[in-house]
């Protein structure tokens, strides 16, 4: 397989991070509500800019570069969509004004990137190290996809420990004061909602790194192919809240989807790990041949039908579910 060039991934880092900083500069100069068609246009963007990235990898890399790109960033995409869920819920609870809401979230998209940043390079130290590691890779997703399953989307996001520690220990406003983190109210400094709705935002995105991350490292074991497919599924993630956000209830079976994907892929790190260990108790100490090797184009395709079919399945139910109301308009 052809080497990416240093050049090249010097200057897609480069570029890639000046789009986000414009974004985050356009979301704090320009606090609003997007509409519907100001959301799919920026969503479009960011999905044809990925594609090109895709065609750029392919002539200068190779094809399967391309291919594990796209693989990587159709699993981030999709893993974003269920923190898009979750975020909804965060901001509901808080009552963040819908003004504010893009740069809130412009802010936890920040931390989300930096917090996945670390987990790349943690996740390709050890993978370098030891390549044992896939094993539990593997086994972490599977078991995310089980409890995926059982949970499914819930009506309500209960407090982590890094959110109760700081209602504990914090003393706070009981309304907003635009984007300020503290304010001070006579004598007394006093956090703002906005402080514990960040830290919130960033947990949570620390607990989606954590499936998120290996679950790339499933498909593909460059950390530049990693990092940027994490770039590119974070682009236009705050576009995405304003436009799916009333519609997410509605894709029920979506978690579905996405707990299939956790589940193929922790399977795919396991087949992997066979591959390249040797383990005194399996076959004799040595790798295991007979182990399948998944390719690229497989895993996409399962990635694609997995989120095609859950979505579908969605919306066939919400069609079924109108048609059982009963017809109250007045005669």
């Not at 670390?118 to 972490?140: M, N, P």
Request: glycine share 6%; with cysteine.
């Amino acid at each position: 397989m052809t080497l990416i060039p240093a050049w090249f991934e010097i200057s897609s880092m480069v570029v890639l991070l000046a789009i986000l900083a414009f974004d985050l500069v356009l979301a704090l100069k320009r606090p609003h509500i997007p509409s519907m068609r100001e959301a799919t246009a920026w969503i479009a963007v960011y999905i044809v800019l990925a594609l090109i990235f895709a065609g750029l990898l392919a002539a200068i890399g190779d094809a399967q570069h391309a291919g594990e790109f796209i693989a990587g960033w159709l699993t981030e995409y999709s893993l974003s969509i269920d923190n898009i869920f979750v975020f909804v819920l965060i901001l509901a609870r808080f009552k963040v004004p819908k003004k504010m809401q893009q740069e809130i979230l412009m802010i936890g998209i920040i931390i989300a990137l930096v917090l996945r940043g670390i987990f790349i390079l943690l996740g390709a130290a050890l993978i370098e190290q030891f390549s044992w590691i896939f094993y539990i890779f593997g086994a972490w997703l599977v078991w995310t996809a089980i409890q995926q399953t059982r949970s499914g989307n819930e009506d309500e996001v209960k407090d982590n420990i890094f959110v109760r520690l700081m209602k504990r220990r914090g003393n706070f406003t009981e309304e907003y004061s635009g984007m300020a983190v503290r304010v001070v109210e006579g004598s007394r400094k006093l956090w703002t909602p906005v402080a514990i709705v960040i830290v919130s935002l960033g947990s949570t995105d620390l607990l989606f790194a954590l499936d998120s991350i290996p679950a790339i490292f499933g498909i593909t074991q460059s950390p530049f192919l990693v990092f940027a497919a994490n770039v590119f599924a974070l682009m236009g993630l705050r576009q995405l809240y304003f436009l799916l956000g009333g519609l997410l209830e509605k894709l029920e079976y979506l978690h579905y989807g996405i707990a299939f994907i956790l589940a193929f892929i922790g399977v795919k790190l396991v087949f992997h790990a066979l591959h390249v260990n040797e383990l005194p108790f399996i076959n004799g100490g040595h790798p295991v041949e007979w182990a399948p090797d998944i390719s690229t184009v497989f895993s996409l395709a399962v990635i694609v039908c997995s989120m095609a079919v859950a979505t579908i399945a969605s919306l066939i139910k919400v069609r079924r579910d109108r048609g059982r109301l009963p017809d109250v308009r007045p005669r």
